[in-house]
């Protein structure tokens, strides 16, 4: 027999990119894909998305944004804040290790699909 699940923020993801139409797209695929989104245009958002106790599984996190950037909002988390993190970035995959290396964290490159999205949504159990 399934389990149901009860946890609200089993299908909610925080979308967190300076890129209007980057994170335009990425919403439109995970509303495709059954998931529920919330946007943020900078780290500051993000933040303040998260104490304002909003729960999310999974964050696509922008690792280069101006102001603050993907790994300072990591490091500015809330206490007890955990959500699985996804780095957006066009940097090629060798020049992220250093944030990929901060945590167990996944990297998403700017202009992938909506099919490679839900393949990496899926290799996080989601």
Not at 33 to 61: F, I, N, P, S
Not at 107 to 120: I, M, T, V
């Amino acid at each position: 027999m399934a389990r149901l699940d009860t946890d609200d923020s089993s299908r909610k993801v925080l979308v967190v990119d300076d890129d209007a139409d980057w994170r335009e797209f990425l919403r439109l695929s995970l509303e495709d894909l059954g998931y529920e989104t919330t946007e943020a245009a900078d780290g500051q958002e993000a933040l303040d998305a998260l104490k304002r106790g909003d729960r999310y599984r999974v964050m696509l996190l922008d690792l280069n944004m101006p102001g603050m950037s993907g790994l300072e909002v990591v490091e500015r988390l809330p206490r007890g804040i955990h959500p699985r993190i996804v780095f957006l970035t066009s940097a090629a995959a060798q020049d992220v290790g250093s944030a990929l290396l901060s945590g167990p964290h996944y990297y998403l490159p700017k202009g992938a699909s909506r099919d490679q999205l839900s393949l990496l949504l899926q290799s996080l159990g989601e």
